[in-house]
T-cell receptor, first 112, second 114 residues
Framework: GDSVTQMEGPVTLSEEAFLTINCTYT??????LFWYVQYPGEGLQLLLK?????DKGSNKGFEATYRKETTSFHLEKGSVQVSDSAVYFC???????????FGQGTELSVKP | NAGVTQTPKFRILKIGQSMTLQCTQD?????MYWYRQDPGMGLKLIYY???????DKGEVPNGYNVSRSTTEDFPLRLELAAPSQTSVYFC?????????????FGNGTRLTVT
């Protein structure tokens, strides 16, 4: 079946460091890919998405490119801030009721 | 705009007790979902609904029941609580079932069964 695998956390970075969180997927079809972010004590919220191969999603300085050849959707940000500390979830979905399949989440901690 | 509201925020149950987790949304979304989040794991879909009166099982439905009598409300029922149901529960809604329709999540209910 379909699945999503993320790099293990927690990831600890200093402010202004470069961030990469790896995400790979296994899919039987052609899903849309998402990154959701969960700040402490809150629910998840959509960070960015890409709906087809080679699409780049971007938001708040974060970017991810849908790579079909490597089945990857890595999250990157050039300069992280303390306020980016959160748990990041990679997910996939088909046009079938919006059901999402999530990775296990990667906790990011940014120190001043 | 309240979005998706879940109650209670926290609850401790004894084994065998029952409870209902409440979820309501004010965005007139047809699609609603219940997920559970276990430590170090991604979210798993318990049940979902594509509209009032229609519900279907997700990946991990055992031990739970749902109903959808109105567009706004999607309660999740635990009949005989077990320690394996200790988790954080998230309700979500979306405008449509298409993949480009983002999910809106509530803030979660942290449930402990002892």
């Amino acid at each position: 079946g379909d699945s999503v695998t993320q790099m293990e956390g927690p990831v600890t970075l200093s402010e202004e460091a470069f961030l990469t969180i790896n995400c790979t997927y296994t899919a039987t079809g052609y899903p849309s890919l998402f990154w959701y972010v969960q700040y402490p004590g809150e629910g998840l919220q959509l960070l960015l998405k890409a709906t087809k191969a080679d699409d780049k999603g971007s938001n708040k300085g974060f970017e991810a490119t849908y790579r079909k050849e490597t089945t990857s959707f890595h999250l990157e940000k050039g300069s992280v801030q303390v306020s980016d500390s959160a748990v990041y979830f990679c997910a996939l979905s088909y046009n079938q009721g919006g059901k999402l399949i999530f990775g296990q989440g990667t906790e990011l901690s940014v120190k001043p | 705009n309240a979005g998706v509201t879940q109650t209670p925020k926290f609850r401790i149950l004894k084994i065998g007790q029952s409870m209902t987790l409440q979820c309501t949304q004010d965005m007139n979304h047809n699609y609603m979902y219940w997920y559970r989040q276990d430590p170090g794991m991604g979210l798993k879909l318990i049940y979902y609904s594509v509209g009032a009166g229609i519900t279907d099982k997700g990946e991990v439905p055992n031990g739970y029941n749902v109903s959808r009598s109105t567009t706004e409300d999607f309660p999740l029922r635990l009949e005989l609580a077990a320690p394996s149901q200790t988790s954080v529960y998230f309700c979500a809604s979306s405008f449509s079932g298409r993949a480009n329709s983002p999910l809106h999540f509530g803030n979660g209910t942290r449930l402990t069964v002892t």
